[in-house]
């Protein structure tokens, strides 16, 4: 395949940034978006020239560090994937692909393609814990009843891996899907209850804190999230929220 990329190069965070066209050729459709990005960056090194910073590490759509905007879509134009998951046979021989990073005011880009997504780390260490006793009195998981709805609920809600495909691709750069994933995983179960009333409140305190914007239930955020977070999410969390507000 011979594909033109126009990709978003910013030296650092206050250099005002453009895109680049970067001419492509003998790309295998069997690639992965990032092995072609790879190739890429190989012909740039050769040429003396400084390669594309972009974010990735398992590979496999696990970790949620791969993100980029891909003709105007997050993680591209395929479902249920992150970019790691997206492969060249997707795009047509010929094609302009355009890639971008997330953009969102919570997420500063820090070069190139590759934003500080670290306002989603401080939002979870605002609640997305419980407490275990350890002093030797641990009850055993299997000892504790779940019902098996709550259980499949919590489990899908614990499959959000922090990708921010939620915020790319929302107007309002809200993070409501990915915080209303994790106030359910533990607000579903009983392991979760003790913190339950402080967790979802400090969470969305954080959230608010980090400059994400307001649901406005346009439900981009779902269509986009390569885990099929659903905006069921949303509504436990603002249950949530309504119950440990009431409570003080
Ligand atoms: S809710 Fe989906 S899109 Fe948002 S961070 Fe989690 S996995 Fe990514
Ligand atoms: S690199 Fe880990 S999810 Fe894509």
């Not at 092995?35 to 890429?40: A, G, H, Q, R, Y």
């Not at 997504?117 to 401080?122: I, M």
């Amino acid at each position: 395949m011979n594909l033109t990329l126009k990709i978003w190069r910013q030296k650092n965070a206050s250099d005002k940034g453009k895109m680049v066209d970067y001419p492509i050729s003998n790309i295998s459709p069997d690639m992965s978006f990032l092995e072609m990005l790879d190739v890429l960056n190989n012909e740039l090194i050769e040429k003396g020239e400084e390669p594309v910073s972009f974010d990735h590490d398992c590979r496999e759509g696990i970790c949620g560090s791969c993100s980029l905007y891909i003709n105007g879509e997050a993680h591209g134009p395929d479902r249920l994937i992150t970019t790691c998951q997206l492969h060249m046979r997707t795009f047509k021989d010929g094609e302009t692909i355009t890639i971008e990073p997330w953009r969102a005011t919570a997420f500063p880009v820090i070069k190139d393609l590759v934003v500080d997504r670290t306002a989603f780390d401080r939002i979870q260490h605002a609640g997305g814990f419980i407490s275990v006793n350890t002093s030797g009195n641990t009850i055993d998981a299997n000892a504790i009843p779940v019902n098996k709805q709550d259980a499949d609920d919590a489990f899908s809600a614990a499959t959000c891996i922090g990708c921010g495909a939620c915020v790319a691709s929302c107007k309002n750069s809200s993070a409501m899907l990915f915080v209303g994933a994790k106030v359910s995983q533990f607000a579903l179960l009983p392991q979760g209850q003790v913190e339950a009333t402080d967790r979802v409140l400090n969470m969305v305190k954080q959230m608010d804190e980090e400059g994400f914007g307001n649901c406005t239930n346009t439900g981009a955020c779902e269509v986009e999230c390569p885990k099929g977070i659903s905006l069921e999410n949303i509504a436990r969390m603002n249950t949530e929220f309504l119950k440990a507000s009431l409570k003080g």
